[in-house]
């Protein structure tokens, strides 16, 4: 007897939390916290549907906070058994879990200055995220591993993040597959999602459901990077310290190859946080397509590379005079060192804003992708000159052609439950599963429980 509750990710993009009950075991697919506007964010108040104490594992998809980030509090109120995740993965979500309790700790300290008056809560402290990693026990891809003793487990390659998985699960005779979050196909950094097998139930995510992402991110980037050099000012690439920096500098990479204006422009990356996850990618050759590059010094062989650690070197950024590439943290300007590259350049005619990722509610980022004319930054008023460049095509997500592919690949007719997604994109997948695969298929409600 398998049951199947939808705690998290269910009607909301964040907060991936799955509970599985399976011959009185209780094990959580994923421990994320819930992000994004205030309503959204309050949802990491509302309790578990069970004691932290009474859950036996985690399976974890990989290291983003919305799939790990409540990890170190379910630590704190009394969770001691096995997190299970990829080697990489181990690696991304204790940078990931750090910087989340520096952060809580920062807004603690500071107050939230840069939106709303609100002061999150303080969910977990360094010494919560240390129990929480000396818990991890990382089993490769494609080693099937035993869970409280009642289900087996296999990761296969999501292609999402450095790291990332779907997990098949074998509860007796059938096979319960997670999609995490699904990646790519023919991207030059990850690997492709690779095929999904025998299935009888599927858990999939469904972010870009409903939607179809720009086909020529390198060329929209090349075209956006050309016109910020015509400007003259600089060109400031607010990017995910996660997996975007990195497809960001691979990408100026290949077009420095091809442009030699280009190649002469000086590239600054200022985030450690990005720093670190690049040199994940350096300690994991296999689990990425990049090469080291000509220099081992520089991610990529991203050439007139420089990299700022220091708060002090992040500052004197502010005096570069002419066209010169700042990528920074955070990719929805929501805090991190970008605020002070856009508090310095955003009044500037001469400067270029590029913002590759997704940019969700009540984020800066939002509101300049939004046409915003007037933000106010650290008690400023800053009127916005700079050009405002939105670019989509580099989601680490499936679209909805790339979800189709993914689900053409599982063998039998499985039933699928859509999470991790607003109510559109999650009801157009369900239509697309249905209608392309005659699967029997379900939007998954937070709170409800299945049979499996
Ligand atoms: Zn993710």
Redesign the pocket.
């Known amino acids: 007897m398998a049951e199947l509750t939808f705690v998290g990710a269910a009607g909301t993009v964040t907060g991936s939390k799955h509970l599985l009950t399976v011959d009185g075991k209780r094990i959580l697919v994923d421990c994320g916290m819930f992000q994004g506007v205030v309503d959204v964010r309050a949802l990491n108040d509302v309790p578990l549907p069970i004691a932290a104490d009474d859950i036996d594992a985690v399976i974890v ?2 290291g ?1 906070l ?2 790990v980030g409540y990890l170190p509090k379910l630590v704190h109120d009394g969770f001691s058994g096995p997190i299970y995740c990829t080697p990489p993965t181990e690696e991304v979500l204790g940078v990931v879990l750090d910087d989340s309790a520096h952060l809580q700790q920062e807004l603690q300290e500071r107050g939230y200055q840069h939106q709303r008056p609100y002061a999150p809560p303080m969910y977990y402290d360094q010494r919560d995220v240390d129990r929480t990693k000396r818990l991890v026990r990382p089993v490769a891809y494609h080693t099937e591993f035993d869970v409280a003793g009642v289900l087996k487990a296999t990761y296969s390659n999501a292609g ?2 450095i790291g ?1 998985a779907f997990v098949a699960l074998r509860i007796g005779a059938k096979r319960v597959i997670f999609s ?2 699904l990646g790519r196909y023919g991207r030059p950094l990850l690997f492709d999602p690779e095929p999904i097998g025998a299935a009888d139930e599927i858990v999939c995510e469904s972010t870009y459901g409903d939607r179809v992402h720009p086909p020529q991110p390198l060329a929209d980037l090349r075209a956006a990077l050309d016109a910020g050099i015509a400007r003259g000012g600089a060109i400031v690439i607010p990017a995910f310290a996660i997996e975007r920096s990195q497809d960001i500098l691979l990408a100026i990479a290949t077009l420095q190859r091809e442009d030699p204006q280009l190649a002469r422009i000086l590239v600054h990356l200022d985030s450690p946080m990005a720093e670190k996850v690049d040199a994940i990618f350096a300690r994991f050759p296999d689990a990425h397509r990049a090469i080291a590059g000509d220099t081992e010094r520089t991610p990529f062989g991203v050439q007139n590379f420089r990299q700022h650690v220091t708060a002090d070197e992040s500052k004197a950024l502010n005096s570069v005079e002419g066209p010169h590439i700042i990528i920074s943290a955070s990719g929805m300007a929501s805090g991190g060192r970008i605020l002070h590259h856009l508090h310095n350049h955003l009044a500037d005619r001469r400067a270029t804003v590029i913002f590759p990722g997704y940019q969700s509610a009540g984020t800066l980022g939002y509101y300049l992708t939004h046409g915003a004319h007037t933000i106010h930054l650290y008690g400023d008023s800053l009127p916005v000159r700079a050009a405002i460049v939105h670019l989509e095509g580099f989601s ?2 499936a679209d909805q052609h790339e979800l189709k592919t993914w689900l053409a690949t599982a063998t039998g007719t499985p039933h699928l439950y859509a999470v991790h997604g607003e109510a559109e994109s999650a009801a157009a997948l369900v239509a697309l599963a249905r209608t392309a695969f005659g699967m029997q298929a379900d939007v998954a409600h937070r709170g409800s429980t299945v049979t499996l």
């Open positions: 998809t990989h983003h919305d799939h999402h993040i990332s995490g979050d680490a997500h």
